[in-house]
């Protein structure tokens, strides 16, 4: 059983940034599609970004270019750096991770992924 801890929420004026972190028990990142998803109320949890065993990354359209997701596998830790954040950016987000049989194809439906975090509360507002 896999348990994903989530850490470094918070709050953020509009083109601050924050670092997500989420740590995985037992290790075993490198043998995981692992992936970052937000929810704002009201609406569907949606992909954000996501890394693959052997580094490849992909990111939602609206977050390229501000959002980069790494891993340090010594730690057994995924982050997601947010840079010049907006206010749309404000949702809960939700560490994930599947079991290593997911395929790429599929990285961006949140029913690709096995385990999640408890989520993390992202609020950017002046």
């Known amino acids: 059983q896999v348990q994903l801890v989530e850490s470094g929420g918070g709050l953020v004026q509009p083109g601050g940034s924050l670092r997500l972190s989420c740590t995985t028990s037992?290790?075993?990142?490198?043998?995981?599609?692992m992936g970052w998803f937000r929810q704002a109320p009201g609406r569907e949890r949606e992909f954000v970004a996501c890394i693959r065993r052997d580094r490849a990354t992909s990111y939602a359209d609206s977050v390229k270019g501000r959002f980069t997701i790494s891993r340090d596998s010594a730690k057994s830790t995924v982050y997601l750096q947010m840079d010049t954040l907006k206010p749309e950016d404000t949702a809960v987000y939700y560490c994930?991770?599947?079991?290593?049989?997911?395929?790429?194809?599929?990285?961006?439906?949140?029913?690709?992924?096995?385990?999640w975090g408890q989520g993390n509360q992202v609020t950017v507002s002046s």
């Open positions: 037992g290790g075993t990142l490198t043998s995981r599609l």
């Open positions: 994930a991770a599947d079991r290593g049989t997911a395929i790429w194809s599929s990285r961006y439906e949140a029913s690709t992924y096995d385990y």
